[in-house]
């Protein structure tokens, strides 16, 4: 497939510049959006990381697709990280006509585990909102046990020292990893030990719960929030299942339009090698007449 693709910068921040790429294909009428939102449990990852069949698949369905970047933690605080995505919002918001060719109000956002969960706190944080959201393998809670105590599936693999964490990680900010880093060994440091909210926030989970409100989406669903759906697969060894299934049912408490899509027998990732399982072919199938329903 042809298509175009340009790199703005749409903040700078701390000095740190914070880049979008923006896929498109010729087209003189104005397309919808989707924001494409990287996943990397805040700490790695990079806009380049969305899956090029998955692009395709959003090009073909009518649709330009932005790809953000934001800050990382833990150099930068998670309160930060989440007015990067709302910044870039705004960005598309201005801009999307004029520069990207795109109609902002016809957005929907997309991301995968920690790009899920920040795809499930663009559903109320963004202005105006989003006409509808994916979240691949996402979480609304984000002081529940399975991150804020020491991880048994993790606790497996050899024990990292608080010491080779901290020097995987740096104190500048920066939104993109360089390309040699061992920054994963900082998340397992985190995982072993359920260092995970205190250390992207800089808030006691067991001390100041209530601090975390801000940064749970299960905490801000309302009639208003965006329709939804949820993909995750039931053998998930990093972002438990039940946080999908207790955020689908938050939705219906509200009357929100969303479903869950359980993958059979899936982990975490089990989108990364296409479609040829025909349940992960389902699930797309699904995805795109989502979209076309409320991109329309």
Partial sequence: MIFDKRTHTFKIAENCEINADIYGLPSEKLRPVVIWI???????????????????????????????????????????????IKDANSWVQEKGVDL??????????IGHSAGGYLT?????????????LVSFYGYGDIIADWY???????????????ETAWSAVGNTAISEPPEQNNRGAFYLYC????????????????????????????RNISRDYPPTLL?????????????SVAMAQELARFGVEHELITIK???????GAGTKDPFVAEAFAKILSFLKRHLA
Avoid at 100 to 109: E, G, N, Q, S, T
Avoid at 148 to 162: A, G, M, T
Avoid at 203 to 210: Q, V
């Fill in 231 to 243: 993909l995750h697969g039931d053998k998930d060894t990093d972002v438990p299942y039940q946080q």
């Fill in 148 to 162: 804020s105590r020491p991880d048994p599936f993790y606790r497996q693999q050899p024990l990292v020292s608080e």
């Fill in 38 to 84: 990287h996943g990397g449990a805040l700490i790695t990852g990079h806009r380049s990381g969305i899956n090029p069949y998955q692009l395709e698949m959003y090009l073909n369905a009518g649709c330009n697709v932005v790809s953000i970047d934001y800050r990382l933690a833990p150099e930068t605080n998670i309160k930060y990280i989440i007015e990067d």
């Fill in 100 to 109: 990207l060719k795109i109609d902002p109000k016809r957005m929907a956002v």
């Fill in 120 to 132: 499930l706190m663009a559903g109320f944080c963004f202005n105006p909102r989003p006409k509808a």
């Fill in 265 to 271: 027998d899936g982990g975490h990732g089990f989108d």
């Fill in 191 to 218: 995982r072993q030990n359920g260092l995970w909210p205190k250390l992207v926030s800089g808030y006691d989970p067991d001390i100041e719960p209530g601090k975390f409100n801000q940064f749970c989406p299960i």
